[in-house]
């Protein structure tokens, strides 16, 4: 009953079929780097990273192919792997997405399953840019606004305090005074405030600029800070 199976001899791997498998990943793999540099929004080097992207499918193609057919082979696979360490630390968790995609790809052609894993490939990265776009037409952006002015005059410091809270609170989603340091002859404070696009906040600064000439405007885009 057992003498025809082999747990030591691999079936015959075909070259044709392992090359159109590679050629079809190598075009994947080119797909989802321009992807991830057009839609990704981590903070690290977008062209870098994509880079490894080919490396990463490729292999795991071939190496699915080859151990497929071998029980022996896998085992031993499972062996080399678990003296394997990635020292590469992930920063973001979309590209831990962008990774698992490659590999899901990569074991997907390996497995001869060439159109369906083509199919889904190009259905998950057009779901993937659908939802990056609709994100980043209705994401609020919060920035740090910080006002410095310093007219040279004794301040009325309710005055100032309301003008600016008047100002800013009508152009903007939100508005919240988080700092306010007022000394004699200068008052300065800083803002967190969300806005749905860049308009909203020129026309803030154009406002501020009318109302008090001479006036210093920093701000800072909070959504574009690493997180600790």
Do not use: W
């Amino acid at each position: 009953m057992f003498e025809n199976i082999s747990l030591t001899e691999a079936a015959p791997l075909s070259i044709g079929s392992l090359l159109l498998n590679l050629a079809v990943g190598a075009i994947l793999s080119l797909v989802l780097k321009i992807h991830f540099k057009k839609f990704g929004s981590t903070l690290s080097n977008r062209e870098e990273f994509g880079n490894i992207f080919p490396f990463i499918l490729l292999t795991t193609v071939l190496v699915i192919s080859i151990v497929k057919s071998s029980l022996a082979l896998s085992l031993g696979l499972v062996g080399a792997l678990s003296i394997v360490r990635f020292r590469t630390p992930i920063k973001e968790p979309e590209e831990l997405a962008y990774l698992f995609i490659a590999i899901a790809i990569g074991l997907g052609l390996g497995a001869n399953q060439t159109m369906p894993t083509i199919v889904s490939a190009i259905f998950i990265l057009l779901v993937m840019s659908i939802l990056k776009f609709v994100n980043k037409k209705s994401k609020e952006k919060n920035m740090f606004l910080t006002i410095d002015y310093k007219p040279g005059t004794k301040l009325n410091k309710e005055d100032i305090v309301q003008k600016l809270n008047h100002v800013i609170g009508e152009e903007v989603n939100r508005c919240d005074l988080r700092r306010l340091d007022i000394r004699e002859n200068s008052v300065e404070a800083t803002y967190l405030i969300s806005i749905m696009n860049i308009k909203m906040l020129e026309h803030v600064i154009q406002k501020l600029e009318k109302i008090y000439p001479g006036i210093t405007i920093t701000y800072l885009d909070q959504s574009q800070m690493p997180s600790i």
